[in-house]
């Protein structure tokens, strides 16, 4: 392929389509408007407006124009960009053109909205498309597990369930990398993957009136919440889910080190080494997350509130959080 036209204002304004992701766009209709650059004049103009018909013969040129480096598309379309790529992830492993950062971008959108559909029907298939979407993720990571920081970069305060579990699972496979120093198996970081995503799966059997409450939660609304770890048992068993990281998250990350969590009350020695980083991260997760009745925390502060609590939480785990967030930060 040939490289992109070395002129630093046509990067700044556009970015270039590759033929491998021409290929991924419905063929009549590009989801983005498609600009060609002339190399004759150094210029590039519009060749094709987003959401018309192309012809045949136009996709044979515009094909050609991707084959010889010469098609982009306005950096301002790139949210439309990621949204598409988000839904084809393995196009992330065979390109070079991303940035970390907008591959980072691009993997949080994507297990968003895979999360989001998966919350509100947890079928085979949607586990399925998860499952695909956490082998991508885990090759990547494990091709250089130094990445993970660009991803725990794109955390966010939105209050949801389903971006709260893939905050929490960005940041539990931070920790989990850095304890093991990268030296991981890719099936491990898959089923970790999974098992973060979906720790709180049986929270969509708690009324939604109770899960928002934050303070004075009354005895049969503790319970409430309390039970959403016997649902996320039922609805795991429902799909077949038997993986053992998978389940131990699920189950274990509201026990706390002391003893004082639930709902075995387990003690440091009874808690899995996933169940002990998934509560971690899903503590801090939390606490980063915007909530109705109060605002977030800022990351720092809240790495530090786990750290000072080396009773509830394992304290390796809460001395490597303060470092994922150095790092974080800087990404
Ligand atoms: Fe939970
Ligand atoms: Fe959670």
């Not at 991924?24 to 103009?45: E, H, I, M, N």
């Not at 298939?125 to 998860?130: D, N």
């Not at 579990?165 to 030296?183: E, I, P, W």
């Not at 996933?274 to 909530?291: L, Q």
Request: charged content about 30%.
């Amino acid at each position: 392929m040939a490289q992109t036209p070395d002129n630093a204002s046509l990067n700044e304004t556009y970015l270039q389509i590759s033929p491998n992701i021409l290929a991924s766009f419905p063929k009549f209709r590009p989801p983005v408007d498609l600009y060609v650059y002339d190399p004759a004049l150094g210029r590039t103009g519009c060749f094709h407006k987003a959401g018309e018909r192309l012809s045949t013969e136009g996709q044979a040129e515009v094909a050609r124009f991707a084959e010889g480096g010469l098609l982009f598309l306005l950096r301002d379309d790139y949210r439309i960009y990621a949204e598409h790529l988000s839904k084809r992830l393995g196009l992330l492993l065979v390109e070079e053109g991303f940035t970390p950062q907008e591959v980072a971008e691009i993997f949080f959108l994507a297990f968003r909205d895979r999360m989001e559909d998966f919350l509100a029907q947890p079928r085979e298939e949607s586990f399925e498309a998860l499952r695909k979407d956490a082998s991508v993720l885990a090759e990547y990571l494990w091709i250089d597990p130094a990445r993970v920081a660009f991803l725990t970069h794109t955390m966010d305060r939105e209050y949801s369930l389903a971006v709260h579990s893939v905050n929490t699972m960005l940041v539990g496979l931070a920790l989990y990398l850095r304890l093991t120093g990268g030296k991981v198996e890719k099936d491990v970081l898959v089923s970790l993957i999974l098992g973060l995503l979906l720790h709180d799966v049986g929270m969509t059997m708690v009324p939604k009136f109770i899960r928002d409450k934050e303070q004075y939660l009354v005895r049969r609304d503790r319970e409430s919440i309390e039970r959403h770890i016997e649902a996320g048992r039922n609805m795991l068993r429902r799909l077949k889910v038997a993986d053992p990281v998978i389940l131990e998250c699920m189950e274990q990350h509201h026990e706390r080190t002391d003893g004082s969590g639930y709902p075995d009350r387990r003690f440091v020695k009874g808690i899995s080494e996933a169940g002990k980083i998934c509560a971690v991260a899903d503590s801090f997760s939390a606490m980063i997350g915007d909530r109705p009745h109060r605002s977030a925390l800022d990351a720092a502060r809240a790495a530090e509130t786990l750290a000072g609590d080396s009773r509830k939480y394992d304290p390796k785990l809460t001395a490597l959080l303060a470092v994922v967030m150095r790092e974080s930060a800087t990404a």
